[in-house]
Every structure is written in C-alpha cells, then in structure tokens.
C-alpha cells in the first residue's frame, strides 16, 4: 500500500516550497509540488511607468538578483522597438555571466551538497588517502595535508561543541550516503573555500553593478555604468581589471573544484545515473548577446522534445514568433479563480485559495505549457540545446565530463546519462565553465570597443500614445526566464513574469500533464519515509526558486480575494 | 586556503588577528572607542555560541545573500565561530519534519535567550495564507518565536516596513514585525538589501552589551541610518556647485556629476551608503551612475517612484533654478503617497498585535 509523506518546508532553496509524495516498495509512484507563498507584484506594477519595472522585478528574487532585470528592460524595449548600444550589451552580457558563476557555485556547494555529501563521516578521513584522492582528480593547490587535517579538526570541534547549527537533525548516517569519508572530507573542504570564491564573484559583480544583491546599473535602453577612462566615478581601466583578475580567480576554482567535484560525485554515485529525468521536453533561450539588435548570440537557445536532440528547433532572435506564440500558462490546478490556458498577454487572474486538494487545486504556481507540453528549463536544457546544434563550447566541456565520469566509475557513461538528477548537476558545472569564458571574452570585447572611442551606454525611451505590448527572454542561472508587458499611454497595463521555477516547480494541467519536479520524482528511490533525503536530491538538482515561481496579475484591478475552506 | 585562517594548530578559533580586526571595524562602525574592542571581541568569542533562530516569510533571499557576500565578519565564520544558526531555511541541512525539530529545539531550549532574525513580510490578509510554512501562517510562526525571543531583528525593508509586498495596493496585507510584535524589543535594519555590515554590527552591539543599539524614530540604528545620504556623496560638491548629469550617457553623466535630475532619492534617504559602500569593493549605486532609489526609507515603493524622475521639494543651487513639489513629477509622487497611507491604514483592520513578555527595549526612541 502506498504512503504518503509530506516534506514542508523543503529547505536550502529560495521560497517556500511543500512536496508531497506516495511511497509504493521503496519508490516514489506520485509527486505533487506546490508553492506556499504569494506576493502579488504584478498587481503592484500596474499603473506604473515601465522604466520602473525592472527595479520592481528585480526584487522578485535576491538570489536570481539581476535575471528579472535583465528580462524587465528587455521586454520594454521589445515594446518601444529601442536598440541598446553595443556597450550596454556587453556590460549585461558580463553581469549576467559573473552573476551565473555566483549561482551556480552557491547552489552546488551550499544549497545541494550536502544531500550527498556526509559532514560527519568526514571524521573518520583519512588525511593522506584524502590527499591522495584529491590529487587524483585536480592540481588544486589547496588540496594539502595541513588544510585538510584544520578542516578536519573544524568539524570537529563543532560535532564537540554541542551546537551543530545548520547541521543538526539532518542525513548523517543515511543509507543513501555514499561516498567514502575521504570524499567526504574534500567536500565539506571545498564547501567552506567555495563560500570565499562566491563572494569573489560578487565582487566582480559590484564594480560594474554598484551593489550585490540587487545590481543597481541598468536602464531601459542600455545601462547607467557610465564608461570614462579619465574620471574617478565611472567605469575606467582600474575598475575593469579588477573585474577581470576577479573572474580569472572564480574560473580557476570553477575547473579545478567545481566542475571536478561534481565529476567525481557523478561517478562515485553512477547507481543514481538512471534517477530523476522527468520531463524530457528542454527549452533553452538565446542569450549572451552580440550586436545592438539581438539577432547573434554566444548562447544558443531552442526546443528538444522527448529527449531526442534530432527534434532540435531553434530561437534565433529576440523577436522568434516560435517563442512568442508558443507560451501558454495553465491554472486549472493552481489557487486562482477559474479553469483556463491563456498566453501571457491575456492572463486575468484572481487568488482563490482552497487548501491543498489532491486531485483539483494545490499549488501558488502555476503550470506553464509550450505547445501544450510541460517542459524542463535550466542549464540541462541549454546544455542539451547546445549538445544537440553542435555548439562547440557545449561540446568541449559536456565530452570533457563525460570522459571523466567515466575514467572514474569505470563503465561508459554517454549524453543519455545527462537526463537525470545527477545530469542537472553536471550541466550546471558545464555552464558555469562555459560562462566563466564567456565573461572573460565579453570583457575583452567591451575594452577592445572602448579603444575604438566608443563610450555609448543609453538610448533614450520615448513612451507613444496608444497601446504597445512587448516580452523578452533571458537565460538565467535556473532557466528560461520572459516578462510580458503591455503600455498604455506610458504606463502599466499588464505584466506577467513566466519564470524558471515556474516552468519546473509548476503543477499538473488541465490534461492531468505533471510538471517537471512531479515528474522526476516517479520512480527515485526513498529507503527511509522519514529521512526523505532522496526527494531532496531530485527536487535541489533543478535549484528551486519558489518566490520566482509564484506570481499573479489582474488587469481589471478588481476583488483579488476569495478564500475556500481555510 | 588563504581565506580561512584556521591556525597553526588547526584550532576551531579564526586567526585572531583577522578577527580582532573584524572587532576593530565593527566597533568604528558602532561609533565605539577602541577600549571596547576587547570586550566585542570577548562577546564574539565565547565559548557558548549564541543561538540565532532566522525566519523567512514574503521575501526574496535577497538579505540572506546579501549575509553570504559579508567579508567581516565572512559567512563561514559568523556562521560556524561567532554564532550558532540553529534555524535558517536557505542553509540548513535538514528539511521537513527535521527542519521544525531544529526550530523547536531552539526556542524552546534558548527561550529569552536567542535573537530572532526576520526576513521578508508578514501577509495578513485572508488569515495570513499567503505565506504558509510547515502548514502554519507566517502570522502564527511569528506569534509563536517572536515572543521568546530576547529580541527581533527585522533584516530588510519587508520585515521593517513591509516592503515591496506592501507597495500600493498592498494584495496581500503585507506588514512588518514592528506591527505585529509588541513586548518583545524590535530592531529595523532596512535596505533592500541592507548592507550586511549594518546588520552584523547591530548582532555584535546586542552580544556586547545585551541590549541593542539606539535607534532613531523609524526603529533603525542610528550607527547605520543617522545620516542622509546626500550629506555624504562624493558627488554632493557637484549638486553644490550645480554641475548635473541631465541623461544617462551625456556629459554631465560622463564626468560623474550629480544624478538628482536623473532621478536619485539620496536627498530624502537616510543610511551609510556612500561612507561604508558595498561588497568591499569601493561601489554604491552612484558609483556606477545610478541614483539612490531611497531602499531604506518607509514605503519607499511608493514615495520614491517614478524612480527616474526628479525628488520634489528640493532646492537645486547654482541657477538652475529651484525644483518643487509643483512640478508634474512630484503630484505623481504625492499622489501615490497619500493613496500608500490609505492603503496602510485599511491594512491596520486585519491585523493582530503579537503579545510579549512585557518588556521593552528602552533603548529605542
């Protein structure tokens, strides 16, 4: 007989999220996600001048700090029609890199680890065959006897001391651990000097964004960075290589901790290789821009369905009708008034809370479709894009994984293995490689533009009468992101955000569709209902950002509320 | 590594070197003499870690990562050598079930004794249900912590003031925790995000001296917000002098002068901005040609828009001419202000008023 758990709230991600599982001998058989928070800042927006939106957007999400921005500013000048100078492009092309390898190196070490990695058990390590182990894989050169035996007497000092802290009542133990104490203890070491090169990116991300979290240099039509390589206030040639030497030292832990760590977890757990696929279906967008229009880019973006990369179709601009009229959101099982499936532009919605119901409504987010079909969005998905067009940096580093993955686990491991809990992880380290180059080639692109004489930054907006509507698109560190916006003599009518985590936490259909979390769920394995450490797994490797997911609008501005059976 | 100074015996202490210079800096930033460096650093380092209990609700992380990015004292030491962070949801291993054990081991072991951190609004609207956690309302986990605590901090301009949630129309109902928790001292730290130094330098004043640091009228420290912004800028000789970047990438912005015209709030904005700066890297949003968009000031979502316009009311030298509240930019202003209060005031119906346990922070204004 089946059980049901209920793990609430699911921690090391953003929001508040409850999952929901049935337990038939040993394994998953349904999944339900829900998100448990509203805000409403698209009812906010309305009536407001849309130079303002992406500020608004932005605060969204502090952990996706500058993705709604970038999509904000985006969408309203898809609407004006307005070009952004070439140096506007390249400095957003840069905060959205920096900001990527940020993401990316928080998400792996401090929000997704330790469901793998066992603090505990890196007690009885092993110094020298830990050093060993290390150096197997990486000529880090913190990988040493001294630093791993203080890392060693640090955790135990804690464990000592009584008060664990973030680490009490948590997995130690738990059958699904597996890696050897000498693994265990290169990570938790890698934890601790990842929290020091994150804050290296953010640094990086401050020179040129003023602050961070919540970036604060954009504009509609280009960025407010001024370039003057003769003034003190603005962006000159000392603050800029900062910026590079900052990166550089990010990209040196990203290919030789990182991408390494990951490999090493792929392989030492190939037996869950074959967990946590779920939806097959990938959308990727377009992004790292080359040229004022948006029509090149360093980042290719498209569709895969059902897993079969021959079914490769492409975006090719910031204005692709396949991506424009393809978008649909679904709330026949989310908590809003009504049973409908709508594009962005005409979404009219109203809160109507009712508990959570198994079979009708159970969840603030709701159920984003492309063509009718849920799919999965995230570095897996553009890595997959890239894969599949024969992108060559994709290609480089996915071929360059996977040959790792199987050195070390000592069977074949192919792109097939990618659709899986583990595979999310591992796009996530490829990504973040890739953009680590990225960032580099797009500084350099700026300064060599500089040379030229070129200082341009901002192409002033000029709102009409009459009605415009507008939407732009973003590849953020968790996936496809794109904010519709429709003005009305110069401000607000309607916007709407359809989000990553919306697009992935979302719930079932009007066609009983399960989103992507449901879907990875089925079939994982759960060795004990009350440590679920194995839902954890699946649900982190998509890096779940739940005050993205939810959000509303109501173009009418009527009664928003109506609550059911509290 | 470099960045984590463990020792040469490889001890659980920090170097003390890097640490007492962290003391040293946080107790400038307290307005502190140098005598009261040892006694910081005797309070941070005792052998018994004070327990934090930290609470998220209508929020975004955004404060959360902000702590992420501090340099002093950095995350792993706050984190593992100055306090203990019993309950945090970003970063606590446990999940479900597991995760509310660790928080009711907490307030329940430490009850008068730990500080409770809030992130995010609190919904009050419709019962609360726009924020559920473990099946409770952000309204009942606040009723159920808050009061145990020795004291709140409100971390953001959400938890102080209600934040981007309570902008008009406020769909939710969105307060902060000075509206709800009464007896129990609470402490404003807004910003959107707030400098995490202005945070931390309040966590290291309350383990000092068991009480927290004087506040002016809005509930912020005065350490953090007691100056405006404009007083501060580096580009205040500018405005002085009339010298005005007109649009982004003009002239004017070009030769990094004063963004009033292009909309900056510094003038009606009161914190640390432009003296502490932010990530340790020497920029504030000004620095990258930006104006103060007024984060740390009530209602800002409302009283600060349209960002880009100009602050009315104020007298700009240097024969531009004098701009006023008359101008269109600032009857738009005025009128969602007042419409804000009317919203705030409806919000006031549905609230309920947390109880405590009688006392009060006489420290607070």
Request: charged fraction near 20%; charge should be negative; aromatic fraction near 8%.
């Amino acid at each position: 007989m089946a059980q049901r758990i209920v793990v609430d709230p699911i921690t090391r991600i953003e929001g508040h999220l409850r999952i929901d599982a049935e337990i038939d001998n040993g394994f998953i058989s349904k999944a339900w996600s829900s998100g448990q928070m509203w805000r409403g800042i698209e009812v906010i927006l309305k009536g407001r001048d849309p130079r303002d939106a992406w500020l608004f957007t932005q605060r969204i999400c502090g952990v996706c700090t500058t993705v709604h921005a970038l999509a904000s500013v985006r969408c309203v000048e898809n609407a004006l029609g307005l070009e952004i100078p070439i140096n506007a492009q390249y400095i957003r092309n840069m905060v959205q890199a920096i900001h990527a390898l940020h993401d990316h190196i928080v998400h792996f070490y401090v929000l997704s680890a330790l469901d793998w990695v066992d603090v505990v058990s890196a007690l009885s390590a092993d110094i020298n065959k830990t050093v060993q182990l290390a150096e197997s894989i990486s000529n880090w050169p913190n990988n040493s006897a001294n630093r791993f035996k203080a890392v060693q007497a640090k955790v135990q000092a804690i464990v000592d001391s009584g008060q664990l802290g973030p680490f009490a009542n948590a997995y130690w133990g738990h059958p699904a651990m597996a890696l050897p104490p000498e693994a265990n203890l290169m990570a938790v070491s890698h934890y601790l000097e990842a929290l020091d090169y994150q804050r290296k990116a953010d640094q990086a991300l401050a020179i040129i964004s003023g602050k961070n979290p919540h970036a604060q240099n954009m504009s509609v039509g280009g960025v407010t960075a001024a370039i003057n390589l003769d003034n003190e206030n603005t962006l000159n040639m000392e603050r800029l290589y900062w910026v590079k030497q900052l990166v550089e030292e990010v990209k040196g832990f990203i290919n030789q901790v990182y991408l390494v760590d990951v490999i090493a977890i792929a392989a030492l757990y190939k037996d869950w290789l074959p967990y946590g696929a779920g939806v097959t279906n990938y959308l990727a967008v377009p992004d790292m821009v080359l040229d004022t229009k948006a029509e090149t880019f360093d980042l290719p973006g498209g569709t895969i369905m059902g897993g079969d990369l021959g079914t490769l179709k492409s975006f090719t601009s910031f204005n692709d009708p396949y991506f424009k009229d393809n978008v649909v959101e679904c709330i026949s099982r989310s908590w809003y008034d009504g049973d409908w499936t709508r594009p962005p532009y005409q979404e009219e919605t109203v809160p109507h809370y009712t508990d959570f119901q198994d079979d009708a409504k159970y969840s603030w987010i709701k159920a984003p479709r492309f063509q009718g079909e849920p799919m999965q969005v995230g570095p897996l998905a553009q890595v997959m894009v890239g894969y599949a067009q024969g992108h060559e940096m994709t290609k480089k580093y996915v071929d360059y994984a996977l040959s790792q993955i199987s050195t070390i686990a000592g069977v074949q491991v192919g792109p097939g293995a990618l659709h899986s809990t583990i595979g999310r992880h591992g796009a996530r380290a490829i990504r973040s490689a890739m953009m680590a180059d990225l960032a580099l080639k797009h500084w350099q692109l700026l300064v060599d533009n500089i040379g030229k004489g070129d200082l341009e930054i901002f192409n002033k907006p000029t709102f009409p009468k009459g009605e415009i509507q507008g939407f732009g698109f973003h590849e953020a560190p968790r996936g496809a992101l794109s904010h519709w916006i429709v003005i009305k003599d110069g401000v607000i009518k309607n916007y709407q955000c359809v989000v990553p985590s919306t697009w992935n936490a979302g719930p079932r259909d009007d066609k009983d569709k399960a989103g992507p979390y449901e879907s990875s769920l089925v079939g994982n394995p759960i060795a004990d209902p009350d440590q679920p450490l194995e839902v954890l797994r699946t649900i982190h490797s998509f890096d779940p950002c739940i005050a993205c997911a939810v959000h509303m609008l109501d173009p009418d501005g009527k009664e928003l509320i109506k609550v059911n059976a509290l | 590594m470099s960045h984590h100074d463990f020792g040469k015996e490889g001890n659980v202490k920090v170097n003390r070197r890097t640490f007492i210079k962290g003391c040293t800096m946080a107790a400038a930033a307290l307005g502190l003499s140098e005598t009261m460096v040892p006694k910081l650093v005797e309070a941070a380092a005792s052998d018994q870690r004070p327990p934090v209990v930290w609470l998220h609700f209508q929020e975004c992380t955004g404060c959360t990562e902000a702590l992420l990015r501090a340099s002093h004292p950095d995350i792993g030491r706050l984190i593992l050598d100055i306090i203990s962070l019993d309950y945090h949801e970003t970063v606590m291993a446990a999940a479900g079930h597991q995760a509310e054990k660790s928080l009711h081991d907490a307030i329940n072991k430490y009850q008068g004794k730990f500080i409770c951190v809030v992130e995010g609004g609190i919904p009050t609207k419709d019962g609360g249900i726009y924020c559920k956690i473990g099946g409770k309302t952000a309204m009942d986990i606040l009723a159920e912590v808050a009061p145990k605590s020795a004291a709140v901090i409100a971390i953001g301009s959400c938890a102080s003031y209600g934040g981007i949630q309570a902008a008009d129309p406020n769909p939710t109902g969105a307060v902060g925790v000075q509206d709800l928790v009464k007896g129990t001292p609470v402490i404003n730290i807004p910003g959107c995000p707030p400098n995490p130094i202005c945070f931390l330098g309040t966590v290291l004043h309350f383990l000092t001296f068991k009480r927290l640091p004087r506040t002016d009228q809005l509930g912020r420290p005065l350490f953090a917000y007691g100056r405006r912004i404009h007083d501060q800028c580096e580009r205040r000789a500018h405005f002085d002098e009339g010298r005005f970047a007109e649009q982004f990438g003009d002239k004017g912005h070009l030769e990094g002068y004063c963004l009033y015209k292009v909309g900056c709030k510094g003038p009606g904005t009161f914190s640390n901005c432009p003296a502490v700066r932010f990530n340790d890297v020497g920029a504030w949003p000004v620095s990258v040609g930006h104006g103060c968009i007024g984060c740390t000031e009530p209602g800002f979502w409302d009283t600060m828009t349209p960002f880009y316009e100009r602050l009315p009311g104020v007298n700009i030298p240097g024969g531009d001419g004098i701009a006023t509240g008359a101008s269109s930019a600032g009857k738009k202003i005025l009128g969602v202000t007042a419409a804000a209060v009317g919203i705030h005031a409806a919000v006031g119906i549905g609230k309920r008023i947390i109880g405590g346990k009688g006392s009060t922070s006489d420290e607070q204004e």
